[in-house]
C-alpha cells in the first residue's frame, strides 16, 4: 500500500509565498514521478506541477510558470511545491499525486494524497 502525504497549506495574503510538501511511502516505481494538482471550489481537478525525482525533469501548468517551482527533496520520493507571488485564483486544496506517467504530459496515478488547503486572500 502507497501512501502519499502533503502538508504545508494555509491561508496567505496575495502575493505572499506557501511551500507544500509531499512524501510517497514506498517506492514501487521503476520510474520516479510525482505531480502536484489543484481543485478550487465549482471547478475540476486541474494540473499544476510535475517532476521526474530521478532526472529532475519538471513540467508546469502555464498559469503557474514563473511562480511556482516544484524541486526533489534529499529524501528520496519527497518533493515540494515552492508557490510565489500567490493570486487569490490560486486558492484550491491542493494533492500530490506519486507514481504517474511523464511524457510531455503528466498522467495521475491512482495514488493520491489526502489535499492540503491554500487560501490566498486580497
Known amino acids: 500500500q502507497v501512501q502519499v502525504v502533503e502538508s504545508g497549506g494555509g491561508l496567505v495574503q496575495a502575493g505572499g509565498s506557501l511551500r507544500l510538501t509531499c512524501s510517497a511511502s514506498?517506492?514501487?516505481?521503476?520510474?520516479?514521478?510525482m505531480g502536484w494538482f489543484r481543485q478550487a471550489p465549482g471547478k475540476e481537478r486541474e494540473f499544476v506541477a510535475a517532476?521526474?525525482?530521478?532526472?529532475?525533469?519538471?513540467y508546469y501548468a502555464d498559469t503557474v510558470k514563473g511562480r511556482f517551482t516544484i524541486s526533489r527533496g534529499n529524501v528520496k520520493n519527497t518533493v515540494y511545491l515552492q508557490m510565489n507571488y500567490l493570486k487569490p485564483v490560486d486558492t484550491a486544496v491542493y494533492y500530490c499525486?506519486?507514481?504517474?506517467?511523464?511524457?510531455?504530459?503528466?498522467?495521475?496515478?491512482?495514488?493520491w494524497g489526502q489535499g492540503t488547503q491554500v487560501t490566498v486572500s486580497s
Open positions: 517532476i521526474d525525482w530521478s532526472r529532475g525533469i519538471t
Open positions: 514506498k517506492d514501487t516505481f521503476s520510474t520516479i514521478t
Open positions: 499525486n506519486a507514481g504517474g506517467g511523464l511524457s510531455g504530459t503528466y498522467r495521475p496515478s491512482d495514488y
